[in-house]
């Protein structure tokens, strides 16, 4: 069955970088494009970004460009999003999102159980 | 502030149909595919439709979505208690080259 299983997060002092990661597991990661969407606490869902089946496009939210990176190694099934300079308004859970096939991005079938970025001094 | 605009809350008794607004642009819902996901306390959130209208294997019929123009839809018919949950709608961004979400709405079942 269809996983993805984040990791990397922690409580980290702002200004600071941090990896995640997301491993997929029971489908071709290398023919899906794969989202970060992020929930600060007690708040809505914020798309952060996007990248393609094969790495070539690349997609960031506003409020995460030029500080966020999102980058795949489709050898190893794996999603990172590198952040940094971090912020406090950056603390929230984490999500990898699988992209559908039902045409667009935005279409996030299959979701990790997320992972807690805490951004404080 | 959201760029798609959903109301903060909604109710419903069990058994009736509930239907749940988002409100875009040109750039967005009137120009791409409005999805919608339900994300129940402490979960993360599952693809309930996709390409305006269509719903995943294992969703319930009781779940529909539509669109006109720049606004989506979704109805919930024969409410449950189990479908209280935040309903989130999102589409692609055409100007901005962003996944947009509306800022959710909770359902309450009375």
């Known amino acids: 069955q269809v996983q993805l299983v984040e990791s990397g997060g922690g409580v980290v002092q702002p200004r600071r970088s941090l990896r995640l990661s997301c491993a997929a597991s029971g489908f071709t990661f290398s023919s899906y494009a794969i989202h970060w969407v992020r929930q600060a606490p007690g708040k809505g869902l914020e798309w952060v970004a996007v990248?393609?089946?094969?790495?070539?496009?690349?997609y960031y939210a506003e409020s995460v460009k030029g500080r966020f990176t999102i980058s795949r190694d489709n050898s190893k099934n794996t999603l990172f999003l590198q952040m940094s300079s971090l912020r406090a308004e950056d603390t929230a859970v984490y999500y990898c999102?699988?992209?559908?096939?039902?045409?667009?991005?935005?279409?996030?079938?299959?979701w990790g159980q997320g992972t807690l970025v805490t951004v404080s001094s | 502030q959201s760029v798609l605009t959903q109301p903060p809350s909604a109710s419903g008794t069990p058994g009736q149909r509930v239907t749940i607004s988002c409100s875009g642009s040109?750039?967005?819902?009137?120009?791409?595919?409005v999805y919608w996901y339900q994300q129940l306390p402490g979960m993360a959130p599952k693809l309930l439709i996709y390409?305006?209208?269509q719903r995943p294997s294992g969703v319930p019929d009781r779940f529909s979505g539509s669109k006109s123009g720049t606004s989506a839809s979704l109805a919930i018919s024969g409410l449950r208690s189990e479908d209280e949950a935040d309903y989130y709608c999102?589409?692609?961004?055409?100007?901005?080259?962003?996944?947009?979400f509306g800022g959710g709405t909770r359902l309450t079942v009375l």
């Open positions: 390409s305006n209208n």
């Open positions: 999102a589409a692609w961004d055409d100007s901005l080259s962003d996944v947009v």
């Open positions: 040109s750039s967005n819902i009137g120009s791409d595919y």
């Open positions: 999102a699988r992209d559908g096939v039902g045409g667009g991005y935005g279409d996030c079938d299959y």
């Open positions: 990248i393609s089946y094969d790495g070539s496009n690349k």
